[in-house]
């Protein structure tokens, strides 16, 4: 008794194999659309390579770009074959993959899950990235004559003012390093001199702060230097004025901004591998399934127009179960010598496709089935 | 003698049927797109609109906005004749409307070119109105307590910082404002009174700029106040020194923002035309083609297409007289049969 047995005419397959082949190419567009995702991630996540140390988080946008890639692929060829099925000539030739690209379907679709999983466990490894790229760009800020730091004060600069932050914690941190470099200080002037001598490192540490951490929404002109002396500046105290400079620390914003598009991808990527497995499990096993096994029965009854049963398994669970388990025994048995049939292991081997001997339209005699 | 004729067969008239129908699909995309831009550049001067004074002219993009919904409507009404022109019933209820359709769509060419050339010719008005209003805004960005001037000064920093410049013709426009408020003046300061007192004015002038107006590529920190004293800071001379703040002036900045922006507009709107014209030629011939066949029963039969009926110089006569016949229906015509009317 075979499970969930169907009949189906010719009309019928061939609309079958359309709609497998229509779902299959939209399939290819959600792989497209991984592929996307993940070359975008990539392309933001090297945007500002300078500022990140450690490049650990490379594998996320990786990964999700070769999902993306075998998506299609996997997908084209499930598209392809199912346009191949409505020619019983070319069916012909994808008889024997059908069952591999079914396990790889299931076995990709995995790979997709993992994929989604991935972009949240990124956050805590780009954190401490971001933590440790910010310190070093802070520090060489000021290292424009130096050969592979000319452009990181512009970077720095430019990412102050994008995400409206200031220094790597809050703009306090300008303070403690020497952000101008000794090529514009004049060391002849003894205020300068005192100042290089206040600490022990020789650095020139004073309380101000580059002009990009100015905040643009300030009803007043921006104080950047001796931010931290009132009697400095007319009616200023610095303890109370927040609008003067971005409060915020530039780790914060980044990994705000980095939080944001990976949440984005991680939900479409999520709602992409449901539409896969519902994609995958109902519609192409199951019809794939049935196109295969009513294109079977098509050729056994030789007719090509003739309407044919189509199923899922050909026996019950059960039988199906005893029959390939009966299979892996005799695959056990290769090495032995079987006497009881004369030595040939081919006999009791049961066969699930009935032999087609001599001319059409005379009814098949049923093999005894050994079991 | 017709204007350009072609024959015509059975595959002929169903090519050019197919080819008008996807071509007339093309023109509503290009319809879509015009009006798409009008909307973008609607909202690109709305978003200028204070450094232009809030007195920019909007005629582009509304007429851009207009155009791209009629072309819509225009092309979309001829690919459906088109759909329906080699089935003889449908074809027949949109026969009477045709001579009308093809006339709108003379007009709707001569309201594309006239879109076209105000694209061309408004960008004089764009940097008319973008010269008075900067100059405003310099003036104002101080008043950040008067009510409908506050976010005079973060919208001018912004554009500072986002096209690149400083002040309106260069950075010198800032030496002749004052930029900072009296808020934040100490008036007891000697430094101060002195400065208010030396220009006719009162102002508090000095020869500094705003940060906005830092060039973040420059090597060295950024030096924003006494702008022309080299011996202020080390190793500084203001003639030379090129990147410490941005030299173009923000005029020249936006007006060439718009310009390329109204530039390659009007280059889309003429293409269009020349998509519209090939669209009008490609209906009068299929139109003639199915009019003219001997057969209207046997689709197999030839026929004959034309752009004009007659050649061009006997068309625009015809249409001279016909103009002419119109002014006249209201005069007494001598010794006809018209009734005078007194």
């Not at chain 2, 009008?38 to 509304?62: A, C, Q, T, Y």
Request: aromatic content about 10%.
């Amino acid at each position: 008794m075979a499970v969930l047995r169907l009949k189906f005419t010719k009309n019928e397959r061939d609309k079958l194999a359309q709609v497998l082949w229509i779902l299959n190419w939209i399939s290819v567009l959600t792989g497209i659309l991984l592929f996307s995702l993940g070359l975008f991630l990539k392309v933001e996540i090297n945007k500002r390579g300078e500022l990140m140390a450690e490049r650990d988080i490379q594998y996320v946008p990786n990964m999700l770009i070769a999902v993306g890639l075998i998506a299609c692929a996997i997908n084209f060829l499930g598209g392809k074959i199912c346009y191949d099925c409505v020619d019983t000539n070319k069916f012909l030739r994808w008889k024997l993959i059908m069952l591999p690209y079914i396990i790889c379907t299931f076995f990709f679709t995995f790979c997709v899950l993992v994929g989604a999983l991935m972009c949240y466990s990124m956050r805590g490894e780009l954190e401490e990235s971001l933590n440790l790229g910010l310190t070093e760009a802070i520090r060489f800020y000021k290292d424009t004559d130096t050969p592979g730091r000319c452009f990181l004060k512009r970077t720095v600069d430019m990412l102050q003012m994008e995400f409206h932050c200031c220094g790597n914690n809050g703009y306090k941190d300008w303070f403690q390093i020497q952000w101008i470099s000794n090529r514009y200080l004049d060391m002849s002037q003894k205020e300068v001199v005192d100042r290089l001598r206040s600490n022990v490192e020789g650095k020139y540490l004073m309380s101000g702060v580059p002009f990009s951490c100015c905040n643009l929404n300030s009803p007043r002109p921006c104080i950047q230097q001796h931010v931290t002396n009132n009697s400095a500046h007319f009616n200023y105290e610095h303890q109370t004025e927040a609008l003067n400079l971005w409060m915020r620390g530039c780790r914060e914003a980044l990994l705000e901004y980095y939080t944001h598009i990976m949440q984005s991808i991680g939900l479409t990527v999520l709602l992409t591998w449901l539409f896969e497995v519902m994609d995958a499990c109902l519609s192409v096993l199951t019809g794939v399934r049935y196109l295969q096994t009513s294109l079977e029965n098509v050729l056994r009854q030789g007719d090509l127009n003739s309407e044919s049963d189509g199923w899922l398994l050909e026996n019950s669970f059960m039988e199906t179960a005893r029959t390939n388990l009966n299979i892996i025994k005799c695959l056990g048995k290769g090495n032995q010598i079987d006497t009881a049939n004369n030595g040939d292991p081919n006999i009791n081997v049961p066969s699930t496709s009935k032999a087609h001997y001599g001319p059409d339209n005379v009814p098949l005699k049923e093999i005894p089935e050994a079991s | 003698m017709p204007f350009m004729p072609v024959k015509f067969n059975l595959q002929k008239r169903v090519k050019l049927a197919q080819g008008l129908w996807m071509i007339y699909w093309l023109s509503v995309i290009v319809g879509i797109l015009l009006f798409s831009l009008g909307i973008f550049f609607k909202i690109e001067l709305r978003k200028r609109s204070e450094m232009m004074d809030n007195n920019e002219s909007h005629l582009v993009p509304n007429l851009l906005i207009l155009v791209g919904l009629l072309a819509c409507g225009v092309n979309a009404f001829g690919g459906k004749v088109c759909h329906d022109s080699l089935d003889p019933i449908k074809f027949a209820k949109w026969k009477p409307m045709l001579k009308p359709f093809l006339l709108l769509c003379c007009g709707f060419n001569a309201l594309l070119l006239l879109t076209a050339l105000l694209c061309f010719l408004m960008q004089f008005a764009v940097y008319l109105t973008l010269a008075e209003g900067l100059k405003n805004s310099i003036k104002f960005y101080k008043d950040t307590d008067t009510p409908g001037r506050c976010f005079m000064k973060r919208t001018l920093d912004l554009t500072q910082i986002e096209f690149r410049c400083c002040g309106n013709n260069n950075f010198r426009d800032w030496f002749e404002v004052q930029w900072i408020s009296n808020r934040y003046l100490d008036m007891s300061n000697d430094l101060v009174k002195d400065r208010v007192l030396s220009n006719v004015e009162g102002k508090y002038l000095m020869d500094s700029v705003p940060f906005s107006c830092c060039n973040p590529g420059s090597p060295r920190p950024c030096i924003q106040h006494h702008l022309t004293n080299n011996s202020a800071h080390y190793d500084y001379d203001h003639r030379i020194e090129e990147l410490n703040i941005w030299t173009r002036g923000c005029r020249e900045a936006l007006f060439s923002y718009f310009s390329s922006m109204m530039t390659s507009i009007g280059v889309l709107i003429i293409a269009t035309i020349i998509l519209e014209s090939v669209d009008m030629a490609g209906l009068k011939y299929l139109t003639t083609a199915l009019e003219t066949m001997e057969d209207p029963e046997n689709p197999e039969c030839e026929s004959d297409g034309w752009l004009l009926e007659k050649g061009v110089k006997e068309t625009f006569g015809d249409l001279l007289a016909k103009l002419k016949t119109l002014g006249k229906t209201n005069q007494v015509v001598e010794g006809g049969d018209s009734v005078s009317i007194l």
